[in-house]
């Protein structure tokens, strides 16, 4: 197989990943390859990002921006497949109804909804469309916060230990987590560099600095609770994060 070959079925892979967007059919799977697809994990946020910032954008010109607004956010549904709120629903059922470690990993494997993610669900999106809709360019903000939120979802893989329970092998989030490279990092974090740079400097600190800080408390929070990564945290971070960075990146204003 050609470089070129790799390169591209591991950003299919990403892409199959985060997204029900079609793949070439032939486009192959393997444990390394699934890992060495984290490198494009900011990519595919600019590229989801793009699509929903440009349907809010044209939405907007059809509808009042609330309107425009929730369309765009079930748009968001429909291409994720929902990943990112089935792991923040299971993830927050598992925290808030386990009194141990086993506990909180047996719950958060259990596919039916608990009043914790019921209420995670409700108050994302609420949080999501309220800073949308208050926003004045809204789609900026869509489009910078996709890429920033998975930076910061998939720079967890390269601190913190995969953690499987009792049961379960790891699922297809679970062979994410390996020995990253060093270029996957780099090409993990150019695209948020890239959304920072974008930014009007004082927005690009601030926003560098919340980065920085939820970092650290995400390591600390999944490390203490968790012991690290779990399979269905991966979908979870990125909904989490990018709620916290559509404030951050709704600058009306880009870099010229």
């Known amino acids: 197989m050609g470089w070129w070959w790799r390169l591209t079925n591991d950003f299919w892979l990403a892409l199959a990943f985060f997204s029900r967007l079609p793949i070439p059919a032939g486009a192959r799977y393997s444990p390394a390859a699934q890992q060495r697809a984290i490198g494009y994990f900011s990519l595919i946020g600019w590229l989801l990002g793009g699509i929903q910032a440009l349907a809010l954008w044209g939405a907007c010109q059809i509808w009042p ?10 748009l968001g549904l429909l291409l994720t497949g929902a990943l990112h709120e089935d792991g923040l629903s299971d993830m927050c059922d598992g925290l808030g109804g386990g009194l141990d470690q086993t506990k909180k990993l047996a719950i958060m494997k259990d596919s039916r909804l608990g009043s914790y993610g019921a209420l995670a669900l409700v108050t994302s999106l609420l949080l999501k469309f309220s800073l949308l809709a208050s926003l004045p360019a809204p789609w900026w903000a869509l489009l910078l916060a996709q890429p920033l939120s998975r930076s910061l979802a998939g ?9 499987r329970d009792a ?10 987590v390996g020995n990253q490279s060093r270029w996957q990092l780099m090409g993990l974090l150019s695209g ?8 009007p400097w004082p927005l690009a600190v601030a926003a560098a600095l ?5 970092f650290v408390w995400l390591v600390r929070f ?3 609770h968790l012991g690290g990564l779990h399979r269905r945290l991966p979908g979870r971070r990125p909904t989490a994060g990018g709620a916290a960075h559509l404030s951050a990146a709704g600058h009306p204003v880009i870099r010229r």
């Open 155 to 163: 720079s967890l893989v390269f601190v913190l230990p995969y953690v």
């Open 192 to 199: 948020g560099a890239l959304a920072l740079w974008l930014l």
């Open 210 to 214: 919340l980065l920085g800080l939820l």
């Open 167 to 176: 049961r379960a092998a790891s699922a297809k989030a679970g062979a994410v």
């Open 65 to 74: 921006q609330p309107v425009a607004v929730v369309v765009t956010l079930a």
């Open 222 to 224: 999944f490390t203490r």
